[in-house]
C-alpha cells in the first residue's frame, strides 16, 4: 500500500516519468511476431535510415510502424523541441494485446477456433 497523500504519490509518480518522446499505437490488428520482424529491422537505428527501412518493407506491418514512427518524430519535434537530425530509435517493442476469438466450422458439426490477435506497438526516440 502506497504511504502518503495522493498529491505526494502522483508527483513522486510524475517525477519517475520518462521523458523521452514517443509514439504508441494500441490495439493494432496484427499479432506480436509480425510486428517485430519490422520492429528489429529499425532499434538502435537514426530516424532517416529507420523511415527508410520501413517505407521499403513488404510486410503489413511496415505501414503500420511508418505511421508511428512518423507520430513519434512529430511528437519530439513539437512537444520537446528536438531537431529529427539528432534522433534515434532507443526503444521500439511490441506487447500483447487483446484476442478475439471467433469459430470456423468444421465437417461433421465440429467447430474450430480462430484467434485473431492484437498488439501494442511502442516506438521510443532519443537524441543522440
Excluded: W
Amino acid at each position: 500500500m502506497a504511504k502518503g497523500h495522493r498529491t505526494q504519490i502522483k508527483r513522486e509518480r510524475n517525477e519517475q516519468k520518462d521523458l523521452r518522446p514517443s509514439a504508441k499505437l494500441s490495439f493494432a490488428r496484427m499479432s506480436v511476431q509480425k510486428a517485430c520482424f519490422v520492429l528489429d529491422a529499425i532499434r538502435g537505428k537514426d530516424v532517416q535510415t529507420a523511415l527508410a527501412t520501413v517505407m521499403y518493407n513488404p510486410r503489413y506491418a511496415s505501414s503500420v510502424v511508418e505511421k508511428l514512427l512518423k507520430s513519434a518524430i512529430a511528437n519530439a519535434e513539437n512537444n520537446n523541441g528536438l531537431k529529427a537530425e539528432n534522433l534515434y530509435v532507443a526503444e521500439c517493442y511490441a506487447n500483447k494485446g487483446p484476442t478475439m476469438k471467433r469459430i470456423r466450422p468444421r465437417a461433421q458439426g465440429r467447430a474450430y477456433r480462430i484467434e485473431k490477435r492484437m498488439s501494442h506497438i511502442t516506438i521510443v526516440l532519443d537524441e543522440k
